[in-house]
């Protein structure tokens, strides 16, 4: 995959950066993994800064990152609702589990997004619950773009100072975005297996 996004970023540079940072909040198989240690590169030995990098790739995410809290605000938790009672039992999901979340989110907003934006897997998936709760705008973005050029940060920043081996940054953080998955996978089965309705919608 890196030859590919090599290629995309010289050609187009940072606005490059921002498509595939803005594609990668909402379709996964193109990782920030690779996407920003490649950049990092680019500018180590390019026309691009590693502060031009760094600030368009969390421009991308950041737009990303808005739509899927504006499109989950929209839906927000009286529609939300509905589906819960009707598909809960896939989800592994009742109200009491939304009314907790709620409670989360009303308390550690900030907080929950913007260390859900430095883990792999949940960075992509924070924004819906925030918009859900329909936490505050202004502090969904700033904490969220706080976590979010962290990440982007020290991503580039690896590819800026590995230079061609920046391919260890993905063998160190694979395996850490693969545990996370199996472990959410792991949890699903067992909420399955044990899961019953605990609370109904009034």
Do not use: C, K
């Not at 705008?137 to 962290?150: D, I, P």
């Amino acid at each position: 995959m890196s030859d590919w996004v090599i290629r995309l970023i010289d050609s187009t540079g940072y606005a490059g950066i921002f498509v595939l940072m803005l594609l990668e909040t909402v379709f996964p198989p193109i990782p920030s993994e690779v996407v920003m240690p490649v950049a990092g590169l680019r500018a180590s030995s390019g026309p691009m800064s590693l502060a031009g990098v760094i600030a368009s790739g969390t421009a991308g995410a950041m737009a990303g990152n808005l739509s899927w809290y504006l499109l989950a605000r929209w839906v927000g938790l009286h529609r939300f609702r509905g589906f819960i009672e009707r598909h809960g039992r896939w989800l592994t999901m009742d109200w009491l589990d939304v009314a907790r979340v709620e409670r989360l989110f009303g308390r550690f907003g900030g907080i929950v997004v913007m260390f859900g934006r430095l883990l792999p897997t949940i960075r992509s998936v924070v924004s819906l619950p925030a918009g859900l709760v329909r936490m505050r705008l202004h502090v969904f973005l700033f904490w969220s773009t706080v976590g979010t050029a962290a990440w982007t940060a020290f991503l580039a920043a690896a590819g800026f100072v590995l230079g061609r081996n920046f391919e260890r940054v993905d063998r160190v953080i694979g395996p850490v975005s693969s545990g996370i998955v199996t472990l959410i996978i792991l949890l699903y089965l067992y909420r399955q297996a044990t899961w019953h309705r605990r609370h109904r919608a009034d």
